[in-house]
T-cell receptor
Framework: DAKTTQPTSMDCAEGRAANLPCNHSTISGNEYVYWYRQIHSQGPQYIIHGLKNNETNEMASLIITEDRKSSTLILPHATLRDTAVYYCIVRVDNAGNMLTFGGGTRLMVKP | NAGVTQTPKFQVLKTGQSMTLQCAQDMNHEYMSWYRQDPGMGLRLIHYSVGAGITDQGEVPNGYNVSRSTTEDFPLRLLSAAPSQTSVYFC????????????FGPGTRLTVT
């Protein structure tokens, strides 16, 4: 699986959009970008995934650059409950239940 | 649905003791996994299973055994606990089809003294 690089920490004001970047410059053509988050002491929670098109669901939007070497997770209106560690994971589509977690980005949403 | 449940929530062991961490899911998922998370780190895969009777090693399998006799249960056994196994252990399950969205349990916090 391709290696990812994320900032260690970020702050965001409550109600504003949180934009979390991820670099995956060695991504292969059959690798997807997944995002999970881990709220303090809890198990990780799936957010979204994408291949090359932008994706949106009820939790977030995922913007993948045209060359697929980086992506951005967008939380459109961050709340205090979005304070968590966000993990960007790149994996092939047949990797089954194996996830490789990096260090993630610790997002602090402030009032 | 209860989702993924883990017991116990907390455990303290002495070096050399053995124990089993329990994991169960009620979503009829074929895939199940065990991860450990050390302080300030991401999760690392210990063992995983793609169905009853089938298990395989992940990134950090040494010192742990697993078995999968039913679809619902995936226990993790510590054979002889060591202080290096002090960690938070998470169990996860997913359906056996893309995108393999994983559902995680609440974790077991283990301290080995």
């Amino acid at each position: 699986d391709a290696k990812t690089t994320q900032p260690t920490s970020m702050d965001c004001a409550e109600g504003r959009a949180a934009n979390l970047p991820c670099n995956h410059s060695t991504i292969s053509g059959n690798e997807y970008v997944y995002w999970y988050r881990q709220i303090h002491s809890q198990g990780p929670q799936y957010i979204i995934h994408g291949l090359k098109n932008n994706e949106t669901n009820e939790m977030a939007s995922l913007i993948i650059t045209e060359d697929r070497k980086s992506s951005t997770l967008i939380l459109p209106h961050a709340t205090l409950r979005d304070t968590a560690v966000y993990y960007c994971i790149v994996r092939v589509d047949n990797a089954g239940n194996m996830l490789t977690f990096g260090g993630g980005t610790r997002l602090m949403v402030k009032p | 649905n209860a989702g993924v449940t883990q017991t116990p929530k907390f455990q303290v062991l002495k070096t050399g003791q053995s124990m089993t961490l329990q994991c169960a899911q009620d979503m009829n998922h074929e895939y199940m996994s065990w991860y450990r998370q050390d302080p300030g780190m991401g999760l690392r895969l210990i063992h995983y299973s793609v169905g009853a009777g089938i298990t395989d090693q992940g990134e950090v399998p040494n010192g742990y055994n697993v078995s999968r006799s039913t679809t619902e249960d995936f226990p993790l056994r510590l054979l002889s606990a060591a202080p290096s196994q002090t960690s938070v252990y998470f169990c996860a399950s997913s359906a056996d089809r893309f995108p393999y969205e994983q559902y995680f349990g609440p974790g077991t916090r283990l301290t080995v003294t």
